[in-house]
């Protein structure tokens, strides 16, 4: 029953067009009601999770927030209840009550950072719904030519980039050439703009439109890590004068000092070492796709303008406009939605949502029993024409869309079928 439901709640676009009219009323039911005033975000093929209403975007480890959050409160916590308060009466004039305050502002800004770097867009580039047209572009020189058969995309081309050629990758999953510094992440499932890493501290990918915000979160933990260890051991040093002990005695003394110090120091090593390896690709003009995998120290970085104006580019530059609108309603064409809802070949398959629920009413769509006969003359019907070849020629597209989905229509049978014969032993077994 799973595969049956994964297999009908594809089935969400709008009505198909004459062709394939001959479908039941109950599938062309099941289309028209899930396709109209269909968002973007409600039918987004990548493994991101969308909050109120697709406004939020978060990637699809996003419970790895609790624990970063957990990690990042807790020992501020600690430290404003059981240490900070030994503090306060060592300063004049209230000032001592500047450590709580000051801890408190550099906690909620963190915070922000951390919102912020994981719940927008990092630099999504929308799929193509078809592989583009080969056009006149320089092919690399790596692709080997194809003899005899159907022409097909190379895997690679070649662009310049301040005067230096750099290849570029055409990504058959979201079907289109990834422009430069352009890599497709596994974990959300999205080709990103400046792909930098996937972060599963913040639960999402870090890329062209976060990146900065990325930098500030890192940079500011290590501060809020240094700002916690310097006080604690402020209050480990007064102890030890107004008792006149050692260190090991003042720690027993304020026990919660001396777990935050070996704490933040921790951390702060961790957050340090961070926050400096991304100084340094700031200062290079690199990502760290780029620097793991390119290894630009013995070759010219196409990219590298210049310490100084590789940071005014990731700083003072401004941030550019999301290319998605995931709250913008479906403008597809009803046959292009529905092919690609069909699931457009083999390399899109892993892409479709394994729950299959209409996202407006919350409930799940059923195909009737009746419709299995007509579902069945339909895949008989187009498994002639491909048999006996009769299929009229039509462009490389649309030749592709209406034969890839034949192998879904095959599954969606199969599996009405299987539905069909379960019920009638389950009423065999009543009647007995």
Known sequence: MGSADRMRGKMYAAPMPPAHRHLSGSDRQIIHNNGPGLRVYQAWRGNNIFCLGGRVIFGPDVRSLFLTVFMIATPVILFCTFVSHE??????????????????????????????????????IPR?????????????????AIHGGGSSLPPMKDVLVNGIVVKVKYCQT??????????????????????DHHCP???????????????????????????????????VRKIMEAYDCNHWRALLKSPFSGILILYTFVCAWFVGGLTAFHL?????????????RYRYDGKTNPYNLGFLRNIIEVFLTKIPKSK???????????????????????????????????????????????????????????????????????????????????????????????DHGLRDRQKISRDH
Request: hydrophobic share 35%; charged share 20%; proline share 5%.
């Open 174 to 195: 979201c079907m289109l050439y990834r422009p430069p510094r352009c890599s497709h992440c596994s974990i959300c499932n999205n080709c990103v703009e400046r792909f």
């Open 280 to 292: 340094y690709l700031i200062c290079t003009n690199q990502t760290t796709y780029e620097n793991f």
């Open 324 to 418: 998605n609108n995931f709250r913008e309603k479906i403008k597809a064409e009803p046959y292009s939605v529905y092919a690609t809802s069909m699931s457009l070949g083999h390399s899109l398959s892993p892409e479709v949502p394994k729950t299959s629920f209409d996202v407006e009413a919350g409930k799940r769509q059923a195909v009737a029993d009746e419709d299995f006969e007509e579902i069945q003359s339909h895949i008989d019907s187009v498994g002639g024409l491909e048999r006996c070849g009769t299929q009229p020629r039509h462009t490389n597209r649309d030749q592709k869309a209406n034969w890839e989905i034949i192998p879904d229509i095959h599954i969606l049978a199969a599996d009405v079928e299987m």
């Open 87 to 124: 503090l306060i009466n060592e300063f004049h004039h209230h000032l001592g009550n500047l450590i709580d305050v000051i801890c408190a502002i550099f906690t909620v800004y963190v915070m922000f950072l951390l919102f912020i770097t994981s719940s927008q867009d990092p630099g999504i």
């Open 128 to 144: 193509n719904l078809h592989p583009p047209d080969e056009d006149g572009s320089t092919i690399s020189t790596d692709w080997p």
């Open 201 to 235: 501290w913040v639960g999402q990918c870090i890329g062209k439109r976060n990146y900065r915000f990325f930098f500030m979160f890192v940079s500011s933990t290590t501060m809020l890590c240094l700002y916690v260890f310097t006080f604690c051991w402020v209050n």
